[in-house]
């Protein structure tokens, strides 16, 4: 058995990994088991940093990973785009947030300063979950987040510092996230992450409804990225239906992400968080119309991993 720590990549890279790519609820059929069928989680890997983005049913698996037959991890770091259902769903059964010996920030969007903190707590209410948030073992520190912020990192384990919107955004080269809080997802909107490591980048926008071209503060956001991870649940005819008609549901069609990813000049688009009823045969005809428009395209999948160096 291997009792070293958990180590984190400290190469100059960036290793992203999809731990949960569906939207709006986990899947458990055979048919759409290839592209995988846990809600939101993906894993980034950077100067010696985990960054978890949301906090879904694939976190789950990474939380085990992480405690696989070792006495203590390091440090992860959550991030939130926003607190439905889907997005927090694994959170409580994620291993590091039971164990007195790991550490956890989590920061997400709320108003105010504990604001975040509340909406977790309704998660462990105790009608819905035998123990409370505060009982669980793990260390934990909760940070509310309004968009606009640089948060920026000291020595790996401690809390990371927030740079209040336009404020210092730290050294050129240094890791980085800049924060962008979008009302384009009901009721109290989403945040979006870009992340920065030397001269890399990669934007984490789920559940946003893009409007028709974009919206250009979402563009400029995304302006130049390596990697663009984007709400593609729906396709048009599904958006566009008569008899269910999905616009203004939250999220986006394959070729409004697509259409963002263009306009933003961005090298690789993610398709992500996969309308739940899209069995693998659906996501792979996706993927094929989705590349004839826009070459460097990858429908993400359970398991997926990129590096960006
Ligand atoms: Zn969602
Ligand atoms: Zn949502």
Redesign the pocket.
Known sequence: MNSKPQSVTNDRTIRVKFWGVR??YPTVDQASSKFGGN??CVEVQVDRRRLIFDA?TGIIALGKELFNGVPSVPAAYIFL?HT?I??VMGLCFFEPLLSPKARTFILGPGPTPGALTRSLHHLTHSDLFPVSLDELKGKKEIISLVGGETIRFGLPGHRPKIDAPGMGNGGERELKIATYKSSAHPLNGVMLYRVFYGNKSLVYA??IEEQDGGYPEVIEFARGADLLIHDAQYLQEEYFSRTKPRKGWG?STIDLAIEVAKKAEVKRLALF?HEPTHSDKTMKMIESRAKQIFPSVMVAHEGMEIVLR
């Open positions: 939207g709006s809600t939101s879904g785009s439905h889907d997005h789920t559940d999220h968080h």
